[in-house]
């Protein structure tokens, strides 16, 4: 699902809106955040990205958090 169950802290909103944004794909959300055993601050939340190209978008990731290879 492209929008969550629950709802997401402003900040995290934020986030994921902007490097869907960043990397020109949609976001899809499953797992707890999808449940009622969603607990906001402590539960994790499971992203699901689909791409052509797996390497360009790892790239594209590695940017947007700066981390190294």
Same mark, same amino acid.
């Given at each position: @699902?492209?929008? !969550?169950?629950?709802?997401?802290?402003?900040?995290?909103?934020?986030?994921?809106? &902007?490097?869907?944004?960043?990397l020109? !794909?949609?976001?899809?959300?499953?797992?707890?955040?999808?449940?009622?055993?969603?607990?906001?601050?402590?539960?994790?939340?499971?992203v699901?990205?689909?791409?052509?190209?797996?390497?360009?978008? @790892?790239?594209? @990731?590695? &940017?947007?958090?700066?981390?190294?290879?």
């Amino acid at each position: @699902m492209e929008t !969550t169950k629950n709802e997401l802290p402003q900040n995290v909103k934020d986030f994921f809106y &902007h490097l869907s944004d960043y990397l020109d !794909t949609k976001l899809l959300y499953f797992g707890s955040v999808q449940r009622s055993d969603y607990v906001p601050g402590k539960s994790d939340i499971d992203v699901d990205v689909f791409t052509e190209n797996e390497y360009s978008l @790892m790239t594209k @990731m590695q &940017h947007f958090l700066h981390v190294s290879k």
